[in-house]
């Protein structure tokens, strides 16, 4: 049973055959006894084609429930490794080069450029046709070819197998590859599960997208371990929220603050939905939730509002709110669910109560290292092997977490972590700019915003319109930096060292 499982072939054995695994809005459900067999299909029609335990597949699909199924089938047996559809050739390019992905698979139909670059890089594609008939996320796998030789170690993948691989922001180096263990993201769906007691009556409404791990693990497999069902959304749709909600009666739903105030906006006029269909509790991660607007979703909802914290390395949850009827405060990310966490000073050594410092953490959901990155880990962990967050806290006597800022300079744009490095490569490769340094500037609904300086080559001319243009031919939308401004000079350090951190304040940007 799934109770304890360690890998996700047990993890989806909890449900009871005939009870409701997947769901989509106006669908046909998929039960667990389907979502099993369609596992086993999915593992074997794999091994068939040289994939197995360990082999990496990357997944290019929409938000929905063959998403949701993919990844879990995928995961069984091989390695997923799912992929934003709104990248462009670029950025699939280094993705699939950085992964060895040695299989693709994109929905049937699909005009995504990730086939073009997995055909240039000899990664075989193969692809999936939804079988919706049979189930919400039911499919079928179409190969191109028959594969010289079955895989060399098959069937379901077990504990020590990596399950998951998605790649984190660097600041100041190129996006790192993070390796979750079937035992990694085991742990943490059970860790997120008993934080908000999930049984098989639970009814869960999917808006995250299901290439980040909030999806993932919170949307997708922490409910599934209790037995509940999950409804899958095409994707997060304010206009649509509510008529989801009246169709799905879910009990929960979990999202990001920018969603949460998206729905906050239109909950007014769909009060009879919201009082015919109480919910069990709200859930909220992976960027702070403004403690205004937690108080006015509790009021409208009749519902706790519960603030989780998660990040990758974590394989989501690090900290939680707990439910009712112990407290829950705004402006915390609550109790230490799953992982221990410590409050570190600069040496690395425990801090008391109150005192503010990196938060650190250690469990079983937490990855054992970055991917051939002897550096990164070398400054990731400490000698007592806590894994540093890079984020500042500090944590109450109850043990209350409270965040006070990051450390390093990613852009957190409304819960997206986008890299400063990554945009300046692309920025520079314009033949018009010499300088460039990405930086966070302050927005009001997304707490971040992607900003630019530059400086441009001598005798050259720009306007930022065109470089704009030239960014979001290279860049998924959410990565284009929204204001680039061109400078003679830009603003440096003591040391002379171009400097994010305070850039946007200099610049008169706040």
């Given at each position: 049973m799934a109770e304890n499982a360690t890998t996700l072939h047990a993890l989806i054995q909890t449900g009871a055959d005939a009870a409701t695994a997947l769901s989509s809005p106006g669908g046909v459900p998929l039960t667990f006894g389907g979502l099993r067999a369609l596992t086993d299909r999915t593992i074997a029609a794999l091994n068939a084609q040289g994939i197995g335990r360990g082999d990496r597949v990357g997944i290019v699909l929409d938000n929905g429930p063959e998403m949701a199924a993919a990844f879990i089938a995928i995961a069984a047996g091989a390695t997923s490794a799912p992929l934003n559809p709104s990248y462009k050739a670029d950025e699939f390019n280094f993705y699939l080069s950085d992964l060895n992905a040695k299989l693709l698979v994109v929905a049937e139909g699909s005009?995504?450029?990730?086939?073009?670059?997995?055909?240039?890089?000899?990664?075989?594609?193969?692809?999936?046709?939804?079988?919706?008939?049979?189930?919400?996320?039911?499919?079928?796998?179409?190969?191109?070819?028959?594969?010289?030789?079955?895989?060399?170690?098959?069937?379901?993948?077990?504990?020590?197998?990596?399950?998951?691989?998605?790649?984190?922001?660097?600041?100041?180096?190129?996006?790192?590859?993070?390796?979750?263990?079937?035992?990694?993201?085991?742990?943490?769906?059970?860790?997120?599960?008993?934080?908000l007691a999930f049984t098989a009556e639970d009814r869960g409404l999917n808006i995250m997208p299901l290439f980040h791990i909030h999806g993932l693990i919170a949307g997708i497999l922490a409910p599934l371990s209790a037995g509940g069902q999950v409804s899958c959304t095409p994707g997060f749709n304010a206009l649509k929220f509510f008529g989801w909600m009246g169709e799905v009666r879910p009990t929960w739903y979990t999202a990001v603050p920018t969603m949460h105030q998206a729905i906050l906006a239109r909950a007014g006029r769909n009060k009879e939905i919201i009082d015919a269909n109480p919910l069990r509790f709200i859930r909220s991660s992976s960027s702070s939730m403004p403690p205004q607007v937690m108080k006015e979703i509790e009021d409208v909802f009749g519902a706790p509002l519960i603030e989780a914290y998660g990040m990758t390395e974590a394989s989501h949850?690090?900290?939680?709110?707990?439910?009712?009827?112990?407290?829950?405060?705004?402006?915390?990310?609550?109790?230490?669910?799953?992982?221990?966490?410590?409050?570190?000073?600069?040496?690395?050594?425990?801090?008391?109560?109150?005192?503010?410092?990196?938060?650190?953490?250690?469990?079983?959901?937490v990855m054992a290292g970055y991917e051939n990155n002897d550096k990164a880990n070398a400054e990731a962990f400490t000698k007592q092997g806590w894994f540093r967050t890079g984020d500042q806290g500090s944590l109450t006597p109850e043990g209350y977490l409270s965040l006070t800022g990051r450390l390093k300079e990613i852009i957190n744009r409304g819960g997206e972590k986008i890299s400063p490095r990554e945009v300046d490569e692309i920025l520079m490769d314009h033949p018009a700019v010499s300088q460039c340094v990405t930086f966070a500037m302050p927005h009001d609904k997304l707490g971040e915003d992607v900003a630019a300086a530059i400086v441009l080559r001598e005798g050259q001319t720009l306007v930022e319109k065109e470089l704009r243009g030239f960014a979001q031919e290279r860049l998924a939308a959410f990565k284009v930096p929204a204001k680039i401004l061109i400078l003679d000079e830009i603003p440096k350090g003591a040391t002379g060292k171009l400097q994010r951190i305070g850039l946007a304040q200099k610049l008169g940007l706040v």
């Open positions: 005009e995504t450029p990730a086939v073009a670059v997995a055909e240039k890089l000899g990664v075989p594609v193969v692809r999936l046709r939804p079988t919706p008939e049979e189930g919400a996320g039911s499919f079928t796998l179409t190969f191109a070819n028959d594969a010289a030789a079955p895989a060399a170690k098959g069937g379901p993948a077990e504990p020590d197998d990596i399950a998951l691989v998605l790649h984190t922001s660097g600041t100041t180096s190129r996006p790192k590859i993070v390796p979750l263990k079937q035992s990694n993201v085991c742990a943490s769906a059970r860790n997120i599960r008993e934080t949850q690090m900290a939680s709110n707990p439910l009712p009827p112990r407290p829950h405060y705004a402006g915390s990310v609550g109790l230490a669910a799953g992982p221990e966490i410590a409050i570190v000073d600069d040496e690395g050594e425990p801090l008391p109560a109150g005192e503010i410092g990196e938060i650190v953490i250690r469990g079983d959901n």
